[in-house]
């Protein structure tokens, strides 16, 4: 057993939350233990004028972190899982998934109104091109403009805009106590999420077994495989937050259902499709629905949007920046 415990996170304060729960779990677990938590800016937290494909698209909330990591700074980093690449540093790990919290996109309203009910040429904010993508393909009238910042931030924002909507994270919005009357669960149907997204990653050192010990008792079966299939998919696909590609699993007696989407930038072309089989093949049938994806179309569209020139500056992201 450990005597003194070191947690790396981001300073937002939705990192911070999540970096206080790990703590207050861990403390419970062990009493004995002396657990600090050490803030680490990142290159996403420092640039918040440009959208995320502009400033590098992959680690731009993870990469200091994962070096304070390396370099034995801290003894565990709490991330977002849906921030950390899916081609894993090496030398670290992930050692725990803790239990997921609902996976949804959420719009917020002024009014309580659905997208259904908006006026052609509404105007939402999202801060993701996943998001627009798939909002473009639901509702092609609609106007999306980029938004940065943590979440208190966006809100702020939103609030003092002239905007009909914002798209966040229900995760986020739940656990900094931010959901209210005005905030609408998108379905699945219409938005699927982030690969990991309302998942916790706890990343530790590959060779640390006495940490990866120590933070197992955090670790949710359920979540760590749905989540599994998920960055496999993503994975495979060579996506990022570059590419509009939203997923979501589900374990139920032992059977894992894994349903993804590729959409084109501009929401005119989508594929879907889905996959379930035994748990225990998670990281299989993350793969093999991206075969299945790429087969039907998605190679195309991923083409498309790589070969576009110079992406990540072509208009359909230029066109989203609010600056």
């Not at 991330?79 to 919290?101: F, V, Y």
């Not at 993350?286 to 179309?297: D, S, T, V, Y």
Request: net charge negative; glycine share 8%.
């Amino acid at each position: 057993m450990v005597d003194e415990l070191v947690i790396g996170s981001r300073g937002s304060e939705l990192a911070l939350w999540q970096a206080e729960w790990v703590k207050s779990e861990l403390t419970d677990a062990y009493q004995s233990v002396k657990i600090e938590i050490k803030t680490i800016k990142t290159k996403g937290d420092l640039i918040l004028d440009k959208p995320i494909p502009l400033i590098g698209g992959k680690g731009v909330f993870t990469k200091e972190i994962e070096q304070a990591l390396l370099s034995e700074e801290i003894d565990i980093a709490v991330h977002s899982c849906k921030d950390l690449p899916t081609e894993m540093t090496e030398g670290l790990s992930i050692g725990a998934i803790p239990l997921r919290e609902t996976a949804s996109d959420v719009l917020i309203t002024k009014d309580g109104k659905g997208l259904d009910s908006m006026s052609p040429n509404s105007v939402i904010a999202s801060g993701s091109l996943r998001r627009t993508a798939q909002l473009l393909s639901y509702r092609e009238d609609l106007k999306v403009v980029d938004i940065r910042g943590n979440v208190p931030t966006r809100l702020r924002k939103f609030n003092e805009s002239d905007w009909e909507g914002l798209i966040l994270a229900y995760a986020g919005l739940k656990r900094l106590d931010l959901l209210n009357e005005n905030c609408i669960i998108l379905d699945h149907k219409i938005m699927l999420p982030a690969v990991a997204q309302g998942a916790l990653a706890l990343q530790i050192r590959s060779d640390d077994k006495q940490i990866s010990g120590t933070i197992s008792v955090l670790n949710d079966k359920d979540s760590s495989d749905a989540v599994t299939a998920e960055r496999s998919l993503l994975r495979r696909l060579q996506g990022g937050c570059q590419v509009p590609i939203g997923a979501i699993s589900r374990v139920e007696n032992n059977e894992l259902k894994i349903e993804a989407q590729i959409t084109e930038l501009n929401g005119v072309k989508a594929v879907r499709d889905s996959l379930s089989g035994d748990r225990e093949d998670a990281e299989k049938l993350g793969i093999e629905l991206a075969e299945k994806l790429l087969w039907n179309g998605g190679e195309e569209i991923l083409s498309e949007i790589r070969e576009s020139e110079n992406f990540g500056t072509a208009p359909e992201a230029e066109k989203l920046s609010i600056e």
